[in-house]
């Protein structure tokens, strides 16, 4: 199948490269979900969308998977290679087509790097809002496709909030010019059904994205607590206030030692919790945001209370968040990051339902997460060397997305379900919906060549995992073992 | 089928209230698209969201159509019945359920009214943004239905933008929870692909929407032009300088004699235009906003300024432009709303094109809408009592809407397709892009019993009218009578 497959595709007008030996292969086995890792039978790389619909259809005559990979960035394993599949990868198209600063909006090939889009709007006074930890790397496309968010999402929102055009090739090559350029589209939103989609419904070969003018001003401070509950507990009441931050990120004790092991930026040596806020807009507004913010902070018992002087130094905050998941690895090589969302309310129970979990596996949880969105992402440290080690912290992972659900939340915040929270998507949902997702997924792929066993699990696999449906209850799943 | 239908529907627990009479249903027989009308078989009327799943399940065992109802104040007559089928009346479904200051968040029930929910979150210094101008009467799950906008959608974004959690039962009488309270949700996006899908994909039952905080400061004015390419050249100014207008609705001199004649608000007699342009947010802020705002009207030609000294004042304005459209219907019994969107660049030509191709129809055309959107509404008026003069105003709203296309905008800014523009539909999709509308809505109603023959025409019926599509291009349209 492999060199049939291969020579079909070197008849696509103008041929994509394909690569088909085990070395060249390699790179792609896996992506940021590094626990699994499989060879596809080839790789395609297109450089032009003209190649796209052509590679589609070879696969589909064939009845052969796509598998479409952006950057690799993902962390939910979504552009793991099928062994039976062609991976398609978007890296080489990567032109910023236009800008319009008028319209505020830029079109872009699927390969462009998040932040290029914002150094191609920097000129027009604007950028792109939203800025996964991976954005220097990360591509468009696989925003698109795994609705990415990011530090500053509190305040402008996810990529579906931030893009108003796509044009996607379905499952049987078909294109589809979904959105517009003008505000609101007719027919069904299809465009944003795309989005977060991850490679499930169709191809992107082109995205138009919003832009917004870059702040006049931004002020950033870092605020260090007592308790990683008190903490929490300021977090509503900065958003009860009214304020609504930019970003509002919280660290824990064994983030802030990883930080400043790896990093050395003389962090508060005291206090179990960080809060790195943001606050942009116009000057005025934002200094007296600014006020009133570092006013509750010192009301909810903040310890210390630091604020960036300069952009310098406003830098070097934001190092340390965006470099805390490199900082842990440094120090803890092995570890597991649940990304999982809940009302803010829960925020300060839920952290200490975690810690107690953790101990009663006898493991370590570190912290560092969207506090603002009520988007927590437990760190679970293991030792792969220590047999069942692995086992204990999935384990406690599942656990703590189960308290997630329990409390009203989601079992993903941003990074998407991949092959990572298949189990976990049947205790979200009840059967009609994952049926009604399967009918949508049919309705755009109906031979299901697009990255098969992805994003939604069967309902065959929900019923063998124990039916597992909870929504604020309580839950007994005797099939996850428990340690 | 009616006594038959009317039997099934008494045994749904608890029953639901039916009318089945000729008097009792004339109410219904249309919506705010007058110009179609049709009795349905018989109307159910639903006191709870346990009646919901029996009378589609009702309906669906008996091949009924149901054809969903709000407040009918849908201009493009999604709500109108259907001769053979159920009309399912939400009216009665009017509870809030809750409002969460801290999430910012409120549930309600679908015949809920819109302005009742900013009303209920004011206590929290908390509001529902989008605001159509039919916000007093039109409910919560019609604006959903329809993806409704409003005059503050410039800032705050649309329906879609401003909902986080639905409840809707499918064409099979499923139960659908989509979106989440918590931030984002995992899965495909069905909750954004419910909302604007004019009821054929599911029934809502319930809303989570999302509230924002009361303005700190809100400031208003009204600026006279000499013409309407000056005021629409202000409007490209107004956003290329980075401001975001809470709103930026313009008013030509037909509507503001209108308003003057029926609201006698004493408006400017002199200019051709009127920009009404309100900037909301933090004190200083909007002091800062302000001032520039006035200072690029001066210098894009601004014949007068006049700025709202209080709340009463800026009411008034608003009572203006809100009551525009009543006041329209009280000069000029007979007129057509289109409802278009354009990149907001091609504002000034669109609106000239449009002066031109009414004069060529030997038409009146008036001009009130979001010009900050680049969301048209000109108003064609004629004369129903002249035989052709009806048949010249639609063929005229037929073109203005093709320019739309055109220049690279849509069909529909906020008003949805119902049955009004289903073959505008053809002219802005192509054959896949049709075809992927079926397919999704097969995949949430497969006997097609919910609002059937609404929002998305079949591929025939396109292809009948003479497969139409056009996008950035010539339009030969022969079968649209040119007068």
Redesign the interface.
């Known amino acids: 199948m492999r060199s049939e497959l291969a020579r079909a595709l070197a008849s696509v007008v103008p041929p994509p490269t394909v690569l088909d030996d085990e070395e060249s292969l390699r790179p792609f086995e896996t992506d940021a979900f590094i626990m699994r890792r499989a060879l596809p039978l080839l790789a395609a790389i297109p450089d032009s969308e003209a190649q796209v619909p052509g590679i589609i259809r070879a696969c589909r005559e064939r009845g052969v998977p796509v598998v479409t990979r952006g950057a690799g960035t993902g962390i939910s394993g979504g552009a793991i290679p099928h062994e039976q599949g062609a991976l398609l990868v978007m890296a080489r198209m990567r032109n910023i087509l236009s800008v319009?600063?008028?319209?505020?909006t830029a079109v872009v090939e699927p390969g462009v790097r998040n932040l290029a889009v914002s150094e191609a709007a920097a000129p027009h006074?604007l950028f792109y809002a939203p800025d996964p930890s991976s954005q220097s790397v990360c591509s468009i496309g696989g925003n698109v496709a795994e609705?990415s968010?990011g530090v500053h999402?509190l305040k402008y929102?996810?990529t579906?909030?931030n893009i108003c055009a796509l044009r996607a090739y379905?499952g049987t090559g078909?294109?589809?010019?979904?959105g517009?350029?003008?505000?609101?589209?007719?027919?069904?939103?299809?465009m944003?059904?795309m989005?977060?989609?991850e490679g499930?419904?169709g191809v992107i070969t082109r995205i138009t994205v919003r832009l917004v003018?870059l702040p006049e001003a931004t002020e950033t401070l870092l605020a260090t607590f007592p308790s990683v509950r008190a903490a929490a507990e300021a977090v509503?009441e900065i958003?009860?206030a009214?304020i609504?931050p930019a970003a509002l990120e919280m660290m824990d004790r064994i983030v802030i030692d990883a930080c400043e092991q790896f990093m050395g930026l003389g962090f508060p040596k005291d206090g179990e919790a960080l809060l790195l806020v943001e606050v942009d807009?116009?000057?005025?507004?934002v200094d007296?945001?600014f006020a009133r913010l570092r006013s509750i902070l010192e009301t909810c018992g903040a310890i210390e209370i630091r604020a960036a002087n300069d952009e310098r130094e406003r830098a070097e905050l934001w190092r340390a968040r965006k470099g805390a998941f490199t900082a842990l690895a440094n120090i803890h090589p092995d570890y597991y990051t649940i990304d999982g969302?809940?009302?803010?309310?829960c925020l300060a129970d839920v952290l200490d339902r975690t810690v107690a979990l953790a101990k009663e596996y006898g493991l370590v949880v570190g912290n560092v997460f969207h506090a603002g969105?009520?988007?927590i992402h437990p760190c679970i440290f293991y030792d792969a060397s220590v047999p069942g080690d692995l086992e204990k912290s999935e384990a406690l992972g599942a656990r703590v997305l189960e308290i997630?659900i329990e409390v009203?939340?989601?079992?993903?915040?941003?990074h998407?379900?991949g092959i990572e929270?298949l189990r976990?998507?049947c205790q979200?949902?009840?059967a009609?919906?994952i049926?009604?997702?399967h009918?949508?997924?049919?309705?755009?792929d109906p031979e299901g060549i697009l990255n098969p066993g992805k994003?939604?699990p069967t309902l065959k696999r929900c019923a063998e995992w124990g039916g597992m449906h909870v929504?604020s209850g309580a839950i007994p799943h005797p099939e996850i073992p428990r340690f």
Do not use: W
Not at 100 to 104: E, G, I, P, Y
Not at 408 to 414: F, H, L, M, S, V
Not at 439 to 444: G, I, S, T
């Open positions: 319009d600063a008028l319209a505020r006074g609705n968010g999402c929102g996810f579906t909030q379905d078909e294109r589809l010019d979904l517009s350029e003008a505000l609101d589209a007719p027919g069904y939103d299809l944003a059904l989005t977060g989609s499930n419904l003018p509503g958003i009860g009214g609504i807009g116009g000057r005025e507004d007296d945001a969302t809940i009302p803010r309310r969105d009520g988007n997630c009203g939340g989601t079992i993903t915040g941003e998407g379900v929270k976990q998507m979200q949902f009840r009609p919906e049926a009604a997702f009918a949508v997924k049919h309705a755009f994003a939604v929504r």
